[in-house]
């Protein structure tokens, strides 16, 4: 019985050396290091505006530093003004990837062959900022100030191309499986909110409004004026303040094989109903 006990103590104590790694106390610091950014359009400089949401601009961080068999970190999302901040990530070397509605910064072909890799690399210490330049697949922008009437809004909204046709396809056809309808405006949306961040994350569905096109139906109305009125039937109470946004995109996926179409973004306007 004496060597039986014996034996079980023996057994507790390895037991206890064995284990107490797992409730050893996580002491490593907290990320504390900063990358700040900015996605602008290549041609004019002008801030790429966005949703923010998965269906904005998407930034994902990879941290290097340990090899390139990694996981990348949690997605973020870019600001509605095409700014991001992200005040937790360690130090480290790292690559960032931005996908958004814009001509994609990297891409390769079916069999992995890389055409273009405009991702930033490089190291992540203290506060570091970075610009990425972007050709934007629309501009939207409002030709007026939005009016109301009756509280309905009436807004006249131009989209036209960052980017023309023949560019789009001369960059993308190359990574395969193309298609002439990537390039079709498949929608014109005229987003309201009681929120100043509006836009199809923070939108009021009652007074939202959407002009769809089927094929190459859009291209007529390029660069041209488009009344879009809030949604029919649907009177906005007299009194309050909302925030509208037009929107617009095209039917190209971004990245490639998501299934996310992504919309370029007006500026916002605040709108008073009498």
């Known amino acids: 019985m ?3 006990k014996c ?18 106390i996580d002491n490593y610091e907290e990320p504390g290091e900063t990358i700040e950014g900015i996605v602008v359009d290549a041609k004019t400089g002008d801030p790429v505006l966005t949703d923010q949401g998965s269906e904005g601009i998407r930034v994902r961080l990879t941290e290097l530093s340990y090899g390139d068999n990694v996981d990348h970190n949690p997605d973020f999302y870019c600001r509605p003004d095409g700014t991001f901040r992200n005040t937790k990530v360690f130090k480290g070397n790292y690559n960032i990837r931005i996908d958004g509605p814009f001509v994609p910064i990297y891409r390769d072909t079916d069999d992995g062959t890389v055409i273009s890799d405009d991702t930033w690399y490089g190291d992540i210490s203290g506060t570091t900022k970075v610009k990425f330049e972007v050709h934007p697949f629309l501009k939207v922008e409002f030709v007026e100030t939005p009016s109301v009437s ?3 809004i009436t807004a006249k909204v131009r989209v036209s191309r960052g980017i023309t046709k023949d560019e789009f396809r001369n960059l993308i056809e190359p990574m395969g499986g193309y298609s002439d309808d990537f390039t079709n405006v498949t929608d014109i949306q005229l987003f309201v909110s009681m929120s100043s961040s509006v836009g199809y994350r923070a939108r009021d569905q009652r007074w939202s409004n959407q002009i769809n096109y089927a094929g190459d139906s859009f291209d007529e109305f ?8 809030s949604a029919n039937g649907q009177t906005i109470p007299s009194g309050r303040h909302v925030f509208v946004r037009a929107a617009a995109r095209i039917n190209y996926d971004t990245p490639r094989g998501s299934g996310t179409r992504r919309w370029n973004y007006s500026e916002p306007f605040e709108v008073i109903i009498p």
């Open 150 to 152: 009756n509280g309905q």
């Open 222 to 229: 390029e660069g041209q004026p488009i009344t879009i009125r």
């Open 2 to 4: 004496k060597i039986i």
């Open 7 to 24: 034996y079980l103590h023996l057994f507790l104590a390895a037991f206890l050396l064995s284990s107490c790694d797992a409730f050893e």
